[in-house]
């Protein structure tokens, strides 16, 4: 079965809006329904809305920075997102302390460059205002 791009997003959609809501409600009717059995699924509540990505990956994703782009600035150690303390107002300081060009050549230092994320970066950089 194939499930093409525009499918593969409206079910992530489903899954991080719907789903996660309704668990969510499961959560708390289980809390008042069974407060005796202390169980708390919140935090995969979390990370289902969050498509089980790090919450501020996901929240970059919305403000035009693609996933993958993320995942290569963790990787080059520019930005560590499996950090839990970390906050969308540190990470776009911290992409404010640099270029678009600046960014494009750690990932070409770390052969993780690909030519279409010129466009992505210099986008993502307007978007900040930059």
């Known amino acids: 079965m194939k499930i093409d791009l525009d499918d593969f997003f409206k079910f992530e959609n489903h899954v991080a809006f719907k789903i996660a809501s309704?668990?969510?409600d499961i959560n708390t009717l289980q809390k008042i329904l069974y407060p005796e059995k202390g169980i708390d699924i919140s935090s995969f509540v979390t990370k289902l809305s969050n498509a089980f990505l790090?919450?501020?990956v996901y929240t970059l994703e919305e403000f035009g920075l693609p996933r993958i782009?993320?995942?290569k600035l963790h990787k080059c150690g520019f930005i560590n997102?499996?950090?839990k303390e970390l906050t969308l107002e540190q990470v776009l300081d911290k992409f404010k302390e640099h270029t678009a060009n600046d960014i494009i050549n750690i990932l070409k230092e770390k052969n993780l460059y690909d030519d279409f994320e010129?466009?992505?970066?210099n986008c993502f950089y307007e978007g900040l205002g930059q």
């Open 22 to 24: 309704l668990f969510s």
């Open 54 to 56: 790090p919450s501020v």
């Open 69 to 71: 782009i993320s995942k």
């Open 81 to 83: 997102f499996e950090n």
């Open 118 to 121: 010129d466009y992505i970066l």
